[in-house]
């Protein structure tokens, strides 16, 4: 039996906790719902780069847009790649290359990357009709092409943007998204890691 002073003890710590979380919210809102105002995009941009090698990604940064094609053109001789499949959107329409249907037996995956999350070095690729998830999966080479402008500091910054988005438009509701942290891994029972066993082996990311 909870005696009648014990509730009332029980009641105002509850209060209490409530009260101070109340505050740690909106102490914490414009960090973690805001956290693009006064950003310096470079840092963004940079703290990305090094946790996304730190986790086996490859990046490379052009200074000319124009150049990105040449780039993925090298990357694709550098691989000796004799099939591609690639997203049906610009800039990737431009690649005078054969297109491979059969995602299973492309050499090469080249997508965009809707977003990037700083924090954690993570691409983030919403998936379309004219945007298969597949393409960043199935092929042991995955190239995803990133706009700087894109990388956002956290994941409560990128779902804010996201919410916007879709609460402008929901028509342009994706129907996937894929969080992709370098290339796949795996681990045995002895925690011996492999890299592309279930994916990739190789995550590369160009940022224009």
């Given at each position: 039996m909870i005696l009648k002073e014990s509730k009332e003890v029980i009641l105002q710590n509850l209060s209490s906790i409530a009260t101070e979380e109340k505050g740690i919210?909106?102490?914490?809102?414009?960090?973690?719902?805001?956290?693009?105002?006064?950003i310096d995009q470079s840092k963004l941009q940079n703290d990305f780069i090094a946790n996304f090698k730190m986790v086996s990604g490859e990046v490379h940064l052009l200074e000319e847009k124009g150049r990105l094609i040449d780039k993925i053109n090298e990357l694709i001789r550098e691989f000796d790649a004799q099939s591609v499949s690639f997203w049906n959107t610009e800039p990737l329409?431009?690649?005078?290359?054969?297109?491979?249907t059969d995602l299973a037996s492309a050499d090469i995956g080249i997508t965009g990357a809707d977003f990037a999350i700083a924090d954690t070095g993570t691409l983030v690729l919403?998936?379309?009709?004219?945007?298969?998830?597949?393409?960043?999966?199935?092929?042991?080479?995955?190239i995803a092409i990133l706009k700087k402008e894109t990388i956002v500091s956290n994941i409560h910054a990128l779902f804010a943007k996201l919410g916007k988005s879709y609460k402008k438009n929901y028509d342009e509701l994706c129907t996937c998204i894929s969080f992709i942290t370098g290339p796949s891994r795996t681990?045995?029972?002895?925690?011996?890691?492999?890299?592309g066993v279930h994916g990739p082996g190789r995550a590369i990311v160009i940022i224009v």
């Open positions: 919210s909106k102490s914490t809102e414009k960090t973690f719902l805001n956290p693009q105002l006064s329409k431009s690649l005078e290359l054969t297109h491979e919403l998936s379309g009709p004219e945007q298969p998830r597949l393409t960043s999966l199935l092929p042991p080479v995955h681990a045995d029972i002895e925690l011996n890691l492999t890299l």
